[in-house]
């Protein structure tokens, strides 16, 4: 996960886009960075171009870019299937409604991506479904217990890019993500409406939440 952080400073340190770095190189006190850009023009930023980054001191680097741990706050069912986790640790990198985070489990070789709920100083909400095999082990993780994640992914929403009354729509797990959207935007003065919608009615979750914000 340091390394990933790592990546990605470079890539916005020189605005290119990180996912196209062919390879990362460590030896002894040196950590070298190679990127290949092929010419699709989905990938703007230096297509075509060719280089390297070096930095020479690579255990400060990767000090300085070392995750923080996030411990487990509470996890609790509050719907059908439906889980709602709060953590406390490092979220700083979350920065705009409908970013999401990578959970890594022990025992699965994928990371599950869930989309975050809520960011506030140094406490996470995610709210999840349980529909396979890793997001039921998720429902059993107990509060305490710490929790590997990559945080800040996503482009998120541009909350200056809407009008003064926006309408927000969410369904299902298509609804965390419309929580934090709606607190940004009211506490941007505007009026908020939403509309969730879900299956049946032992389904419904965030109603209150949402209402308590000022959400009509």
């Known amino acids: 996960d340091a390394m990933y952080k790592i990546i990605r400073y470079v890539a916005e340190k020189f605005d290119i886009d990180w996912f196209q770095i062919m390879k990362v190189n460590t030896k002894e006190d040196l950590i070298t960075i190679s990127y290949e850009w092929c010419s699709d023009p989905k990938f703007q930023n ?16 990767k000090e300085f870019f070392e995750k923080y741990p996030v411990f487990i706050l509470s996890n609790e069912k509050i719907a059908a299937d439906v889980f709602k986790m709060t953590l406390r640790g490092d979220i700083s990198d979350i920065t705009a409604p409908g970013q999401f985070v990578n959970i890594r489990l022990d ?4 990371r599950r991506p869930i989309s975050v709920c809520d960011a506030e100083g140094d406490v996470l909400t ?18 305490g217990e710490e929790l590997d994640l990559l945080t800040g992914l996503g482009n998120g929403f541009d909350t200056n890019a809407s009008g003064s009354a926006p309408l927000v729509i969410g369904g299902g797990v298509g609804a965390p993500p419309m929580y934090l959207l709606c607190k940004r935007l009211i506490g941007q003065g505007k009026s908020v409406t939403a509309v969730l919608g879900f299956n049946s009615k032992s389904d419904v979750f965030l109603t209150r939440e949402l209402e308590a914000l000022g959400a009509r």
């Not at 230096?46 to 680097?61: T, V």
């Not at 025992?107 to 994928?110: A, E, M, N, P, Q």
């Not at 995610?126 to 509060?143: F, N, Q, R, W």
């Open 126 to 143: 995610l709210i999840y479904k349980v529909v396979g095999g890793g997001t039921e082990k998720m429902s059993a993780i107990c509060g």
């Open 107 to 110: 025992g699965f070789y994928l």
């Open 46 to 61: 230096n297509a075509g171009k060719r280089g390297y980054y070096a930095h020479s001191d690579i255990e400060h680097f």
